[in-house]
């Protein structure tokens, strides 16, 4: 196999990141993605973008703290380039507080994140409410600049991209040699991975640029995440939920409970309101498949359930998802030159 032809379906930030990574770890690969929605349609544009991890309960620590280093570690470097802005990556400082202390002083993710320490008695001064908090210095990815930035990196290594609804992998065994699962929520309808659920998270994008520090409770509920033009005001967590419409008595309550930690987002405007399903499952799934009907066989890798934290890992999970690829390859390689002795 000259060029091996690898689909990768999926165009939110798993899918394209994923399809990146391919062109890095093997350059001769014909890579295509195929998507049914391209961004700004995809959970993934919804999402704030903040590299906070979120506890993935049935993947081992080591795995996601990799993963999230990995990620962290990259976009560091893209925060730190000409490219920056452009890609929507940026430092953001701010504050996690709780009302209570919380069981794990020391989150896993805390050696990563920068200047990861308690707050001070004058900051928490701020929040009447709560009684202690940590501070540190973390990246977030405003979306659609990224999804965009992604792409155009894609386009630039040759990458092919279809608008296409995948409805079962095996239309796909003619076509490609390899096929990537990044289908997010959609896997659950694809082949009906019960263990996939969506988890429905209401935002409002709101233009407030006076606000610069993120401020995230504790329970993860509600949380100020300022971007580079909009702030992400959140939240909610509907589990088993799949409606896509926004409620306006939940708008009213996100932006309440934010004012009350904010009280400068009284004066907001421009709020636009959103929703997202995060596909969630206990663990992400990161695996190779080869798939077997009537003594055909078709590769995949799957990269799918990232849930409420997709962002904060994607890099280190699409390297893996590459790496498989890559295991792939080398199986159809050894087994094709078999065949032709
Ligand atoms: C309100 C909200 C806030 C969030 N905030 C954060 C945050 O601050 N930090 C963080 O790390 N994470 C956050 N997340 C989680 C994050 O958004 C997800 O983990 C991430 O977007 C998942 O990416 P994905 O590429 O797997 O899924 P998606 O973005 O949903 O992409 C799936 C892609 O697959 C395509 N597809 C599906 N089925 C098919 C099919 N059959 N054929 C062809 N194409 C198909 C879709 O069209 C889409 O392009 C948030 C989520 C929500 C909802
Ligand atoms: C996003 O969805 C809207 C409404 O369905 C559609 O008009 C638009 O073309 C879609 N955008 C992309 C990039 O697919
Ligand atoms: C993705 O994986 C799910 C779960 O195994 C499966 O149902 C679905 O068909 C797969 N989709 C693609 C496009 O590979």
Redesign the pocket.
Not at 115 to 138: D, I, N, V, W, Y
Not at 163 to 174: F, N, P, Q
């Given at each position: 196999m000259a060029s091996p032809k690898v689909a990768v379906v999926g165009a939110g930030v798993i899918g394209l990141s994923t399809a990146l990574c391919i062109t890095e770890t093997c350059p001769s690969c014909s890579v295509t993605v195929l998507s049914d929605?391209?961004?700004?349609?995809t959970t993934s544009d919804v999402a704030a973008g903040m590299l906070i991890p979120h506890i993935y309960p049935d993947t081992p620590i080591h795995r996601q703290k990799q993963w999230f280093q990995e990620t962290f570690t990259y976009l560091f470097a893209l925060s730190n380039s000409a490219e920056a802005s452009e890609a929507g990556i940026h430092l953001v400082s701010g504050w996690q507080i709780f009302k209570s202390t919380p069981k794990e002083e020391l989150p896993f993710w805390s050696d990563i994140v920068l200047g990861f320490r308690p707050m001070s008695e004058a900051e928490l001064q701020k929040f009447p409410q709560h009684r202690f908090g940590q501070a540190f210095t973390t990246l977030k990815c405003d979306c659609p600049p990224y999804l965009l930035w992604l792409k155009k990196r894609l386009k630039a290594t040759g990458t092919q991209m279809y608008?296409r609804k995948v409805a079962d992998l095996w239309e796909l065994h003619s076509e490609y040699d390899i096929v990537v699962n990044c289908t997010g929520m959609g896997a659950h309808q694809l082949v009906g991975d019960k263990q996939l659920f969506p988890v429905r998270g209401q935002v409002l994008k709101v233009h407030a640029p006076w606000v610069t520090q993120f401020i995230r409770d504790g329970d993860g509920l509600t949380y100020i995440y300022p971007g580079i033009h909009r702030v992400t005001l959140g939240g909610t967590r509907e589990k088993g939920s799949w409606s896509l419409s926004p409620d306006a008595g939940t708008t009213k309550d996100i932006f309440d409970r934010c004012c009350s930690l904010e009280p400068s987002l009284q004066g907001a405007q421009d709020i636009k309101v959103k929703v997202g399903l995060r596909p969630s499952r206990q663990c992400v799934r990161v695996q190779r498949e080869v798939l077997s009907k009537g003594g055909v066989k078709l590769p995949v890798v799957h990269n799918y359930g990232h849930g409420a934290g997709g962002f904060s890992v994607h890099r280190g999970t699409a390297k893996e998802a590459a790496h498989l690829v890559e295991e792939c390859i080398s199986a159809l390689q050894s087994s094709s030159s078999r065949a032709k002795l």
């Amino acid at each position: 196999m000259a060029s091996p032809k690898v689909a990768v379906v999926g165009a939110g930030v798993i899918g394209l990141s994923t399809a990146l990574c391919i062109t890095e770890t093997c350059p001769s690969c014909s890579v295509t993605v195929l998507s049914d929605q391209f961004s700004p349609n995809t959970t993934s544009d919804v999402a704030a973008g903040m590299l906070i991890p979120h506890i993935y309960p049935d993947t081992p620590i080591h795995r996601q703290k990799q993963w999230f280093q990995e990620t962290f570690t990259y976009l560091f470097a893209l925060s730190n380039s000409a490219e920056a802005s452009e890609a929507g990556i940026h430092l953001v400082s701010g504050w996690q507080i709780f009302k209570s202390t919380p069981k794990e002083e020391l989150p896993f993710w805390s050696d990563i994140v920068l200047g990861f320490r308690p707050m001070s008695e004058a900051e928490l001064q701020k929040f009447p409410q709560h009684r202690f908090g940590q501070a540190f210095t973390t990246l977030k990815c405003d979306c659609p600049p990224y999804l965009l930035w992604l792409k155009k990196r894609l386009k630039a290594t040759g990458t092919q991209m279809y608008t296409r609804k995948v409805a079962d992998l095996w239309e796909l065994h003619s076509e490609y040699d390899i096929v990537v699962n990044c289908t997010g929520m959609g896997a659950h309808q694809l082949v009906g991975d019960k263990q996939l659920f969506p988890v429905r998270g209401q935002v409002l994008k709101v233009h407030a640029p006076w606000v610069t520090q993120f401020i995230r409770d504790g329970d993860g509920l509600t949380y100020i995440y300022p971007g580079i033009h909009r702030v992400t005001l959140g939240g909610t967590r509907e589990k088993g939920s799949w409606s896509l419409s926004p409620d306006a008595g939940t708008t009213k309550d996100i932006f309440d409970r934010c004012c009350s930690l904010e009280p400068s987002l009284q004066g907001a405007q421009d709020i636009k309101v959103k929703v997202g399903l995060r596909p969630s499952r206990q663990c992400v799934r990161v695996q190779r498949e080869v798939l077997s009907k009537g003594g055909v066989k078709l590769p995949v890798v799957h990269n799918y359930g990232h849930g409420a934290g997709g962002f904060s890992v994607h890099r280190g999970t699409a390297k893996e998802a590459a790496h498989l690829v890559e295991e792939c390859i080398s199986a159809l390689q050894s087994s094709s030159s078999r065949a032709k002795l």
